[in-house]
């Protein structure tokens, strides 16, 4: 008997082309890789003694995807008279679902907890391998929700919350990894007053995209039938609240303080912290895992970008260009980093002291505190960059912990009124 074998990445093209920025990539879609999905389908969880125990799950939309997973908008059919809707996120194959397993456990259910929920998990067999399936709450990207809520936005309730989210990880042991506005989102109760067809109405038909292989494929059956965009469901439902309801997603590359299996830190480049971003820079490669103080120095660009509406870095990636703009703002060069700076020919002509550093930060409270219709006073700008920089230290072990940003005047004085 011939075995099927999975498709060569190399060899894979398609009739249609699809731009791999709206969709996951195809060339996922082999033996460890994507678990094919169809709109409409049902996932169920194995049933433990009798098939009433298993739970079902129907595929809704698409909410997003990334290098280890896709993310599908689900309906409880186990509860069909709750209309409860849930994240479903469908592991690649080869993933370690373990570890991400072993984060959630050690995670009490606190209330007001500000991290994502964990409600269901369990596995399925498919064409490309076995794949964990992981059951959450509805969150929306807050990235998405920026241009639709930010005249409600309260800056310094929305930075105590995300801070309060990694105050929560940080007490229990869990370093989150990968801390970035993508993986900041916006909680969606008004879903659960919406039946499944008044859903599917409110939201467009996804532009969907046949899978047609230019050559006969060695395993049809690991391919989708077709490549579904993300649905933006924020922008169909969302209703401006009162306040909103931050929660810190994607555990995925979260890991246990002290782990010995700790795979190595993978922020991206605006939000990574200097000791990781100067080895990718320096050698190309990260060894090193993500930290409590890795997660402080991502915790301060996103509190930067709620604050100040934009990036604190302007035009992020790894690249010498980039590391001279981190150690200009923090006013230092690491030691360690003295013969690699002196023998660069940008990095060495660079104005690196502490003076030019404090002239960044009085031009950010001048240029913020000057604009028209800004909530925040000058002192409050004052006050706001002032932790920053005791979060932004260039050496790890100079920055503050998590307990003393919640302890400082930032977020310990009365909220400001919501922007208009």
């Known amino acids: 008997m011939t075995v099927e074998q999975p498709v060569p990445p190399q060899r894979l093209s398609l009739h249609w082309g699809v731009d791999e920025g709206e969709v996951e990539g195809i060339r996922r879609y082999t033996h460890g890789g994507y678990h094919p999905i169809q709109l409409g389908e049902v996932l ?7 098939p009433s125990n298993s739970r079902k799950y129907r595929i809704l939309s698409k909410l997003g995807y990334g290098a ?8 409880a059919q186990h509860h069909p008279e709750s209309r409860r809707y849930f994240a479903l996120k469908v592991c690649v194959a080869d993933a370690d679902p373990q570890r991400e397993l072993d984060v ?12 994502l929920r964990l409600h269901d998990s369990f596995t399925i067999d498919g064409p490309n391998g076995t794949h964990a399936v992981h059951v959450f709450d509805v969150l929306v990207s807050f990235d998405i929700v920026t241009g639709l809520v ?14 309060h989210g990694l105050a929560f990880l940080h007490r229990h042991g869990v370093v989150h990894g990968d801390l970035h506005m993508g993986n900041i989102g916006v909680s969606m109760p008004q879903l659960d ?19 047609f292989p230019c050559q006969t494929p060695a395993s049809p059956k690991s391919l989708p039938p077709y490549l579904v965009p993300p649905t933006d469901i924020a922008f169909h439902l969302l209703k401006p609240p009162a306040a909103l309801h931050i929660e810190l997603l994607d555990l995925g590359s979260a890991i246990i303080v002290g782990s010995s299996s700790a795979p190595p830190a993978c922020t991206p480049a605006v939000v990574c912290a200097p000791e990781i971003l100067f080895e990718q ?49 923090c006013g230092q060069i690491p030691p360690s980093w003295r013969s ?14 502490q003076e030019a550093a404090d002239q960044i930060w009085q031009t950010n409270i001048d240029d913020s505190s000057a604009r028209k219709g800004c909530a925040l006073s000058r002192e409050d700008f004052v006050i706001f960059c002032d932790l920053l920089q005791r979060m932004l230290k260039i050496d790890p072990s100079d920055r503050i912990t998590i307990e003393e940003v919640l302890a400082h005047p930032w977020h310990t004085q009365t909220a400001d009124s919501p922007t208009r």
């Open 44 to 50: 169920s969880t194995p049933a433990d003694t009798e």
């Open 68 to 75: 280890f997973s896709t993310v599908w908008l689900v309906s």
């Open 104 to 115: 959630f456990r050690r995670l009490p259910s606190d209330e007001g907890r500000h991290v």
């Open 150 to 163: 930010r005249a409600h936005w309260n800056r310094r309730e929305l930075c105590r919350q995300v801070a």
């Open 193 to 211: 007053e919406i039946t499944e067809e008044d859903l599917i109405d409110r939201c467009d038909p996804p532009n969907c995209t046949i899978v």
């Open 281 to 329: 820079v320096t050698t190309s490669v990260v060894t090193q895992a993500a930290t409590t103080a890795s997660d402080i120095w991502a915790l301060a660009c996103i509190m930067y970008r709620i604050v100040f509406g934009g990036d604190l870095y302007h035009w992020p990636s790894f690249s010498v260009y980039y590391l001279g703009k981190v150690a200009a703002v």
């Open 340 to 353: 690699f700076w002196d023998s660069n020919e940008h990095l060495c002509k660079l104005d690196i002291s």
